[in-house]
């Protein structure tokens, strides 16, 4: 079987070398990383038909796959992710909307101040970027409040969280993978969007959706099974994962790719 290929996502504030440690440690497989733009041109890499895509977002690019579903793949893997953001339409314990709100106001007048706090948050510790495209960052803060793509979110998924994640809580994630997914039969990818479904902005589509139980706790494991979820927890990580456990996020992502390719 062709190897796979991983097509990796950064989050916002973020570029794709936030990637840099974990594509380094995978032991298998060729990789490409999207860039949303956030500090020079997008870009998006051209990838090969007929091969296996394993899709690896992290925070909002998880989201941004989710919503956007730019291309078919047969896994997927959030990190540090969450198929919506705020608080609304059943969805909670989540970020306050008024945050975001606030935080897209002072935004619009300050974006170098807002977005380098926003990574101190994080746990972020290198200085800002240069190039800061403050239109995108600012399209994209947008998304991160309106989007809502729990309709889209399928298995087979993987998701690595961290117990000690600031902008991720624990009691986030539980109950964002616990009642929002619907197990995909074995062998189907997921379909990119269809031109015209949808663009940055516009509401997800909704589908039929039905409940998948998992029993998570940030001091083990979910739902081991490809055909659904699996939620995976580094006891200590915070929302940077890729950064400060590349190793762990890699061995993860190989075993899960195994799984599916096997």
Request: proline letters at 11%; glycine letters at 12%.
């Amino acid at each position: 079987m062709t190897g796979p290929l991983f097509v990796f996502v950064h989050g916002w504030g973020f570029g794709p070398s936030v990637w840099d440690g974990v594509r380094n440690a995978l032991p298998d497989g060729e990789s490409v990383a999207v860039d949303l733009g956030f500090y020079g041109p997008p870009s998006l890499p051209a990838l090969s038909a007929g091969r296996p895509v394993v899709a690896v977002g992290h925070s909002f690019g998880a989201l941004w796959l989710l919503h956007e579903r730019p291309f078919a793949w047969e896994g997927l893997v959030l990190v540090n992710g969450f198929p919506r953001f705020t608080e609304g339409d059943g969805f909670a314990p989540a970020t306050p909307r008024r945050l975001l709100d606030r935080m897209i106001a002072r935004f619009d007048t300050a974006p170098e101040a807002v977005t380098a706090d926003f990574l101190r948050r994080c746990g972020g510790e290198a200085p800002l970027p240069e190039g800061l495209d403050a239109a995108r960052l600012g399209e994209a803060l947008r998304a991160l409040r309106d989007w809502d793509a729990r309709a889209a979110l399928t298995g087979p998924a993987l998701v690595l969280a961290g117990g000690q994640d600031p902008i991720v809580p624990p009691a986030m994630t539980k109950q964002a993978f616990r009642d929002h997914s619907v197990p995909r039969p074995s062998g189907e990818r997921v379909a990119p969007k269809a031109p015209g479904e949808g663009v940055l902005g516009e509401p997800n589509d909704q589908a039929s959706q039905a409940p998948l139980t998992l029993t998570l706790s940030p001091e083990g494991r979910g739902d081991d099974g490809c055909g659904g979820i699996s939620v995976e927890w580094h006891p200590d990580g915070g929302h940077l994962l890729p950064l400060t456990a590349p190793g762990w996020c890699a061995e993860r992502i190989a075993a899960f790719t195994t799984r599916l390719t096997a």
